[in-house]
Structure formats: structure tokens, C-alpha cells
């Protein structure tokens, strides 16, 4: 048997597994904008998050339930599409791997994934317009 047309890390784990572990590192990397794991998984996980990336950066509700889907988290989805897709200028390699040695248990080869560009979580926030309270809607009908 050939593994021809097969694609993917199986990580000697289920699909339901797998997928929680491969959501679960995209989560951390997109709350921490980098995370150090073994090479074999950073690997496997910049393709999908390039991907989600992608269609943050083309913003729109569709992509946007689409990555909540895909991720499972509506908070980092939120966070990926609001803070960090605006601040991306490049169209592709989002991320890096670097090496990072070899863990002391099993020796794997460990890496550390992370955003070529830098990404400011203060910035955004600061920009966002307050919400408008309800006293402040009645006023303005008032002022008319």
C-alpha cells in the first residue's frame, strides 16, 4: 500500500484526536503569537493557521464562520479577525518555525512557531469606539 494522495501528520492519533490537538495549538499560537511544541507538529499547524489567516485578512461574516468553526473558539476567532489580520501586510508566509534543540524525555526535535511580523494587542484596543449606551441615544433623539 502507497500513501499516494494522502496528505497530513497522523500523530498516532484518532481523527477526533487529532483535530483537537491541531485546534488546541492553533488557539495557544494565536493567543500567545508564539508557541514552542515539537517540529513535526508546528509543521502541521502553520498550514492550517496560514489558511485561517488568509481568510481573516479577507475579512466578511462567511470567513468569519468559517474560522469560528474551524477553530472552535469564538474569542480567538474574534481576536484573529479584529486585532491581528489588520495588522498583517504580507499576502503569504505569515509564520515562522524556528528550531529550538531537542526535548530532554524522548529527544524530539522541538521548534518554536511564531509570526514573522510583530503584533501589538494594546494598539487595536485602544482604537476601538466606545459602545453607545442607551442614555446616549435618547439624548441625541432629544437634541432633534
Known amino acids: 500500500m502507497h500513501r499516494h494522495g494522502t496528505f497530513g501528520r497522523k500523530f498516532g492519533r484518532k481523527t477526533d ?19 514552542t511544541t515539537t517540529l513535526a507538529r ?24 468559517l474560522i469560528i468553526a474551524r ?7 474574534a481576536l484573529l479577525v479584529d486585532v491581528i489580520a489588520p495588522q498583517i501586510k504580507r499576502d503569504s508566509g505569515y509564520l515562522k518555525i524556528e528550531h529550538a ?18 503584533i501589538d494587542f ?11 449606551t442607551k442614555s446616549d441615544k435618547r439624548a441625541k433623539k432629544e437634541d432633534k
Not at 483535530?19 to 499560537?29: K, P
Not at 493557521?49 to 481573516?56: D, H, R, S, Y
Open 17 to 35: 484526536q487529532r483535530l483537537a490537538l491541531t485546534r488546541g495549538l492553533m488557539c495557544s499560537l494565536i493567543k500567545n503569537t508564539s508557541i
Open 42 to 65: 508546528a509543521k502541521e499547524i502553520r498550514r492550517s493557521t496560514e489558511k485561517l489567516i488568509t481568510l481573516a485578512k479577507k475579512g466578511g461574516l462567511a470567513n468569519r464562520r
Open 71 to 77: 477553530l472552535n473558539d469564538i474569542e480567538v476567532a
Open 101 to 118: 534543540g531537542y526535548r530532554r524525555g524522548d529527544n524530539a526535535e522541538m521548534g518554536t512557531i511564531s509570526f514573522v511580523d510583530d
Open 122 to 132: 494594546e494598539q487595536v484596543e485602544e482604537k476601538k469606539p466606545a459602545k453607545a
